[in-house]
C-alpha cells in the first residue's frame, strides 16, 4: 500500500504531513483531510439546536452540541466512504477524484467496507444517547444517504438528494430537546435543503468538463452561465425559510442580525463567483462554513440574552 498519494484537492493539510502512513487512506476516505463536507454536515444539527436554545430562551444543551460534532465528523466519514465504494469506477476517470484512495490502490474495496462500518459504529454509539424519537429520525436518514451516490447518473438535481442528506440534522436537534419534530425543525430542514442545493453546485462546477465527457449529471451542468441567478433563487429561499424557522422559535433582534449578516455572505458568493475559476468555486463552496456558523453564533446569542 502506498503512503504518498495526495487526494487531488487536498494537499498541504495535516493528514499528508503529520498522520503516520498507515493511517493515510483511511483518513482520506473518511474526508479528513478535507474536513469542510463535515462542517456543512454540522451546521444544520447545530441550527437546530439553536432553534430549541430561543426557544426555550436558555442556552441550549453543550451535551448535544458535542454529539452532533462528533456524530456529523464519523457520519459524514461513512457517508463519503461509501460513496467512493459506489463511485470507485467513475472517480478513477476524473482528473480531481483519480487520486482519491479506492482507484489510487490505496485500499481495497473491502477494506474500505470494514472502515465504512467502523465509521458507522461511531455514529451509532453517538446516536443512541439521544432518546427514542431522534434514534428513529437519525437511522431514517440512512436510506437517502445510501440513494444519493445513485442519483448523478439518473438526474441533473443530485443536489438534492445532498440536500435531503446534508440538512437532515436541521430534524435532529429539535426532538432531542423535545421529543417530537416541531414545525420550526421541518421549515429550516426546507430551507438548509435550499442552502445545500447552491453551495453543491458551486462545489460541482469544478468538474464540469469531467462530468460532461463521462456522462455524469449535476445542477452545475444544468445551470451553466445561469448560475449566478439560479444561486440567487436558492440562497434567497434559505434565508427565508431559516428565517422564518428562527421567527417561529422565538428568534429576535439578535437573530435577524445574524440572519442578515448569513444573507450577506451568501450574496458576496453569488456576485464573486466565476464558473470558469474551479479553484475560486472551492474557495467560496468552503466559505459555506463560515457563513453557517455566523448564524449559529447569532443563535446561540439570542439564547444566552
Keep these: 500500500m502506498t503512503d504518498n498519494l495526495r487526494v487531488a484537492d487536498a494537499t498541504g493539510n495535516w493528514v499528508d504531513?503529520?498522520?503516520?502512513?498507515?493511517?493515510?487512506?483511511?483518513l482520506r476516505l473518511a474526508r479528513l483531510d478535507r474536513p469542510i463536507g463535515s462542517w456543512l454536515l454540522l451546521m444544520p444539527c447545530w441550527w437546530s439546536v439553536g432553534l430549541t436554545g430561543m426557544h426555550t430562551g436558555h442556552f441550549p444543551s453543550l451535551w448535544h452540541i458535542a454529539l452532533f460534532f462528533i456524530g456529523a465528523?464519523?457520519?459524514?466519514?461513512?457517508?463519503?466512504?461509501?460513496?467512493?465504494l459506489v463511485d470507485r469506477d467513475l472517480d478513477g476517470l476524473v482528473e480531481r477524484t483519480r487520486s482519491r484512495?479506492?482507484?489510487?490502490?490505496?485500499?481495497?474495496?473491502?477494506?474500505?467496507?470494514?472502515?465504512m462500518l467502523a465509521q458507522a459504529l461511531v455514529g451509532l454509539l453517538v446516536l443512541v444517547q439521544f432518546n427514542r424519537f431522534t434514534i428513529v429520525t437519525g437511522i431514517a436518514s440512512l436510506g437517502v444517504v445510501a440513494i444519493y451516490p445513485f442519483l448523478k447518473r439518473f438526474t441533473y438535481w443530485p443536489q438534492i438528494g445532498l440536500g435531503l442528506a446534508f440538512s437532515w440534522g436541521a430534524l435532529m436537534g429539535w426532538p432531542a430537546a423535545f421529543g417530537e419534530l416541531g414545525w420550526p425543525s421541518l421549515v429550516l430542514y426546507a430551507g438548509s435543503i435550499s442552502w445545500v442545493i447552491g453551495?453543491?453546485?458551486?462545489?460541482?462546477?469544478?468538474?464540469?468538463?469531467?462530468?460532461?465527457?463521462?456522462?455524469?449529471?449535476?445542477?452545475?451542468?444544468?445551470?451553466?452561465?445561469?448560475?449566478?441567478a439560479m444561486l440567487t433563487k436558492f440562497y434567497a429561499a434559505a434565508v427565508v425559510l431559516i428565517g422564518v424557522a428562527g421567527l417561529m422559535a422565538g428568534g429576535g433582534f439578535i437573530f435577524i442580525v445574524g440572519l442578515i449578516a448569513f444573507a450577506a455572505h451568501l450574496t458576496w458568493q453569488v456576485l464573486r463567483i466565476d464558473i470558469d475559476d474551479p479553484a475560486y468555486c472551492l474557495v467560496l463552496f468552503k466559505s459555506n462554513r463560515d457563513a453557517g456558523l455566523i448564524l449559529f453564533a447569532a443563535m446561540l446569542l439570542e439564547a444566552a440574552v
Design 17 to 26: 504531513g503529520l498522520a503516520p502512513a498507515f493511517t493515510r487512506p483511511y
Design 73 to 84: 465528523f464519523a457520519m459524514r466519514g461513512a457517508g463519503c466512504t461509501w460513496n467512493d
Design 199 to 228: 453551495y453543491d453546485t458551486i462545489y460541482a462546477h469544478q468538474d464540469r468538463d469531467d462530468d460532461s465527457l463521462i456522462g455524469i449529471k449535476s445542477t452545475a451542468l444544468l445551470f451553466g452561465e445561469r448560475t449566478p
Design 101 to 115: 484512495p479506492i482507484p489510487s490502490k490505496q485500499v481495497t474495496v473491502a477494506q474500505a467496507s470494514v472502515f
